[in-house]
């Protein structure tokens, strides 16, 4: 025993200074972003289900002059998509729709499109639905767009100069024609995500952010998490978005408050609750099986460097390890989320710097974290 006990000191030691020397990597990756004058990212790694890092690295909000600390809510962009994806699924768990079922028998107002839409081409991007280009018109002989008008005059535009409601924007959307035949190819789509929030709507009686509340974020207590509908509403301890102009910086934040394909607001914490579900799956009737179709692929076509796709999540391998990841940006925002299943590692940026790449960031972590 003498000698078990300062083996055992001498590994704890031996993890305590790697630790140290691992974040001290991280904060090196970070050392470009002024913490005292710049927006910039919360930054967290999980390693077996433990946050081994959360910091935030820039200003939460550049007018008070609040830093970033790691518990930040931001929006999420397209991160938000998987959590869209999961209610979905959850609804098909509950019997109350079918994946392969044409979207219209939920959705009886969309346009007549050529061909069948299933919920799960969809969720893949293989719907052959067009995206927010065809709000706004595109060059395209077959699809020329619907050229919706602003109410101040001239084209319609997305972002934080114009305003729709949900219900406005949902009918535009239902007179969008299909970019091309369904299951012709992968053709990344917000448009269908936008409407996955409407059939969760119309399906459960609820809206996606009651929905998701109460089938995923109760349940893994993710407290600080949901779909911000509401462009009004107050979020507490949020971290607001710019983007760089002029050497200097403006808000660059959106008016725009439909979600499905966006709209998810969260922190680092309630985000390694996610993740851990992953590994221990408590959502649903039966956890384990909706998990496993949940990671299945939606289709057999491949999206490019992102690999192939399964309910907004990209399936990768990154230096020959398998990788799930996802990445968002918006107005203010950019994301990424990574995971690392095999090792069950994890890394988060959360940026509110348009200027900001997470994805090079996460990258950099990963190769800090695996090198050793």
């Avoid at 706004?136 to 319609?156: H, K, M, V, W, Y």
């Avoid at 990344?188 to 009686?205: D, P």
Wanted: glycine share 8%; proline share 5%; charged share 20%.
């Amino acid at each position: 025993m003498k000698k078990i006990v300062p083996l055992i000191t001498l590994i704890f030691h031996s993890f305590e200074a790697y630790g140290d020397v691992f974040n001290d990597a991280i904060d090196e990756i970070f050392s470009s972003i002024d913490s005292n004058s710049t927006p910039g990212c919360s930054v967290g790694v999980i390693e077996n289900g433990e946050l081994v890092h959360k910091a935030g690295y820039g200003l939460a909000n550049m007018e008070l002059g609040i830093p970033l600390d790691g518990s930040h809510v931001h929006r999420m962009a397209s991160v938000s998509k998987q959590f869209t994806a999961m209610a979905v699924h959850l609804l098909a768990e509950e019997g109350k729709i079918d994946l392969d079922e044409d979207v219209r028998v939920y959705l009886p107002e969309l346009l007549e499109y050529e061909g069948t839409v299933t919920i799960n081409s969809m969720l893949g991007h293989v719907s052959g639905m067009a995206d927010y280009d065809q709000i706004d018109g595109d060059s395209t002989e077959r699809n020329p767009g619907l050229n919706i008008q602003s109410a101040a005059g001239g084209p319609f535009r997305l972002g934080n100069e114009d305003y729709l409601s949900i219900e406005e924007f949902y009918d535009v959307v239902k007179q969008v024609p299909l970019k091309r035949l369904p299951n012709q190819q992968y053709e990344y789509s917000n448009l269908a995500y936008f409407l996955l929030s409407m059939l969760v709507e119309e399906v459960s009686g609820q809206s996606l952010r009651r929905y998701a509340d109460e089938k995923i974020f109760q349940p893994l207590g993710m407290s600080q998490t949901f779909f911000s509908d509401e462009p009004t509403e107050i979020v507490i301890n949020r971290a607001n978005g710019y983007r760089p102009l002029e050497g200097s910086y403006v808000t660059d934040m959106t008016n725009l408050f439909w979600v499905g394909d966006g709209g998810l607001h969260t922190n680092l914490d309630d985000m390694v609750k996610w993740d851990q579900n992953f590994y221990v799956p408590k959502i649903g009737q039966y956890p384990a099986d909706l998990l496993q179709q949940f990671n299945t692929p939606n289709s057999d076509f491949d999206s490019g460097d992102d690999g192939r796709y399964a309910n907004g999540q990209a399936l990768n391998e990154w230096n020959g390890r398998p990788m799930v990841s996802h990445s968002g940006g918006w107005l203010g925002v950019r994301t990424y989320y990574s995971r690392f299943p095999e090792d069950r590692f994890s890394v988060m940026i959360f940026c509110n710097d348009v200027s900001q790449s997470p994805r090079q960031y996460a990258n950099r972590v990963a190769e800090a974290y695996f090198k050793d």
